[in-house]
């Protein structure tokens, strides 16, 4: 069976900071790995994908993740925060194409921005 | 129109009542997905349909009804709501089962 722990349920750091939000999966097969953004009163949106190709992933707004075999990690992280990136972010896992053909998001992170 | 879209967007309603919900996605995917996004609890994943075929069906309520008619368009039939039914309900498509999802705004529901 497949699942995602995403430790820290609220990050919170200044504007400028480095973003760091955590993701742990269990899979027993290769998996697919995704990182989605929920802005308030909004669907989720697509932020970077893994795929089993490069294992550092870059995505739009500056994220970027890696994938880490050995850690069971894809942990998503951005440079310098800006306020924009207040918001809550989930990540998944996947085998597309597998015996699971559905994603399973984690519990989420709600990440706080502070002037 | 682009993407997936849902309406309404909010909806109230008794715990008589029978109401819709509707997601349409302008993708030409052959996936479509329900979700429930309660405060506090993980996203829940309702239903999936895979080419109009009902696939997965997650010990999902009665009073919750899906519908698709044909690939572009999803319902969630209602009926009989109760107050813990309230969250914010999610659609979602992707090309193929288990591939990236693209998700509608959501329709905010509230039983009263």
């Known amino acids: 069976a497949q699942s995602v722990t995403q430790l820290g349920s609220h990050v919170s750091v200044s504007e400028g900071a480095l973003v760091l939000l955590r993701c742990n999966y269990s899979?027993?097969?290769?998996?697919?790995l995704f990182w989605y953004v929920q802005y308030p009163n909004q669907g989720l949106q697509l932020l970077l994908k893994?795929?089993?190709?490069?294992?550092l992933v870059k995505g739009i707004n500056g994220f970027e993740a890696e994938f880490k075999k050995s850690e069971t990690s894809f942990h998503l992280t951005k440079p310098s925060a800006h306020m924009s990136d207040a918001a809550e972010y989930f990540c998944?896992?996947?085998?597309?194409?597998?015996?699971?053909?559905?994603?399973?998001f984690g519990t989420g992170t709600l990440l706080a921005v502070q002037p | 129109e682009t993407g997936v879209t849902q309406t309404p967007r909010h909806l109230v309603m008794g715990m008589t009542n029978k109401k819709s919900l509707k997601c349409e996605q302008h993708?030409?995917?052959?996936?479509m997905y329900w979700y429930k996004q309660s405060a506090k609890k993980p996203l829940e994943l309702m239903f999936v349909?895979?080419?109009?075929?009902?696939?997965e069906n997650n010990s999902v309520p009665s009073r919750f009804s899906p519908e698709c008619p044909n690939s572009s368009h999803l319902f969630l039939h209602l009926h009989t709501l109760q107050p813990e039914d309230s969250a914010l309900y999610l659609c979602?498509?992707?090309?193929?089962?288990?591939?990236?999802?693209?998700f509608g705004p959501g329709t905010r529901l509230t039983v009263l």
């Open positions: 979602a498509s992707s090309q193929d089962l288990g591939g990236e999802q693209f």
């Open positions: 998944a896992v996947s085998t597309y194409g597998g015996a699971t053909n559905k994603l399973i």
């Open positions: 349909y895979s080419l109009e075929e009902r696939v």
């Open positions: 993708l030409g995917h052959n996936a």
């Open positions: 899979s027993s097969v290769p998996p697919y």
């Open positions: 893994y795929t089993s190709a490069a294992t």
